[in-house]
């Protein structure tokens, strides 16, 4: 996996952080899909295959990979 930005990284700490409350891990998981690039989708990508989150965490990862793939399939 090529290199990924600081503000990526970050994100997805804070996304995979059961320590936090789910709100600011979702906000987080959102601000990922919105940078919408392939270093993005991969990130969401790995989240939503992350065991240790809950169901409702997996899946939004999951719906903002889909939403990164279909802004840079058109």
Known sequence: ???????LKKLATIAADMQLPPDL???A???IGNISSREALLVLLDLAANERLPFRDRDSALKQAREVIKKTSQ
């Open 1 to 7: 996996m090529p290199e990924q930005p600081e503000e």
């Open 25 to 27: 891990r979702n906000k």
């Open 29 to 31: 998981i959102q601000q």
